[in-house]
C-alpha cells in the first residue's frame, strides 16, 4: 500500500508562499471584487488558506470537474457540480491544485471564458511543468515541482491523505 513519504513543500514554506500569492492577487484585484472558483476536490485546502492571505474584498464559489487518467484521455472533461453564481463581468481567480498535463485546465478555462467574466486569471498551488501537454497561462504559481505523484494538503490518494499539512511525495513500500 502506497505511503506519504518525503515532505516536498513542509507546513511553513507552504504558508509563507501562499501568503505571498495573496499578496499578489490583492495588488492585482485590490478593486475588483474577484470571485475565486476553487476547483474540488483538491483545492479546498489551499483555497483556504489562500482567501485568508488575500486581505481584500473578494467572494467564493467551487466548481466540481472530473479528472481523466491517463496521458490517452481525450481532454474531454466534465463538469460534476458547477458555480452557483454567474460569473458574468466578474474578475475570476480559479484557483487549482496543480496542473499536470494542463488538459483539465485548459477545459475549465475554455468553459469559463464562455460566460463572458471581465478578466480570467488562473492560481495554481502546484506546477508540474515537465508533463505539461498542453500550453496554459498560470498567472500565479506556488511552487514548481518534479514529476512525481503527490499527496497531503489537499492532494488525494485513493481519497487519502488531504488532511495532511504539508506536501508530500507518495512512496511504495
Ligand atoms: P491535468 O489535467 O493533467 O493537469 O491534471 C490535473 C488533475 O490531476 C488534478 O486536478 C488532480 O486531480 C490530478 N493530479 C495530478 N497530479 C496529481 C498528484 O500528484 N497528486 C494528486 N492528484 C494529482
Keep these: 500500500m502506497p505511503r506519504p513519504g518525503r515532505v ?8 509563507t508562499r501562499i501568503a505571498e ?3 499578489e492577487i490583492a ?3 485590490g478593486r475588483e471584487r474577484p470571485i475565486l472558483v476553487g476547483v474540488l476536490q483538491g483545492a479546498f485546502v489551499f483555497m483556504a488558506d ?7 474584498d473578494l467572494t467564493t464559489d467551487f466548481i466540481g470537474v472530473t479528472s481523466y487518467a491517463g496521458a490517452r484521455s481525450s481532454g474531454q472533461v466534465r463538469i460534476l457540480s458547477d458555480l452557483s453564481v454567474s460569473i458574468e463581468d466578474r474578475a475570476v481567480v480559479v484557483v487549482e491544485d496543480v496542473v499536470d498535463t494542463g488538459l483539465t485546465l485548459t477545459y475549465l478555462k475554455r468553459t469559463l471564458e ?4 471581465r478578466s480570467l486569471r488562473v492560481c495554481v498551488l502546484v506546477d508540474k511543468v515537465e508533463r505539461r501537454a498542453v500550453d ?4 500565479y504559481v506556488g511552487f514548481a515541482i518534479p514529476n512525481v505523484f503527490v499527496v497531503g494538503y489537499g492532494f ?8 495532511l499539512p504539508y506536501v508530500a511525495a507518495l512512496e511504495s513500500d
Excluded at 489562500?50 to 481584500?56: E, Y
Excluded at 464562455?114 to 467574466?117: E, F, G, K, L, S
Excluded at 496554459?136 to 498567472?139: E, G, P, T
Excluded at 488525494?156 to 488532511?163: A, V
Design 114 to 117: 464562455a460566460r463572458h467574466p
Design 156 to 163: 488525494d490518494y485513493d481519497g487519502l491523505y488531504r488532511n
Design 21 to 23: 500569492l495573496g499578496g
Design 27 to 29: 495588488r492585482d484585484l
Design 50 to 56: 489562500l482567501i485568508r492571505a488575500t486581505p481584500i
Design 8 to 15: 516536498l513543500i513542509s507546513e511553513a514554506e507552504l504558508q
Design 136 to 139: 496554459v497561462r498560470l498567472d
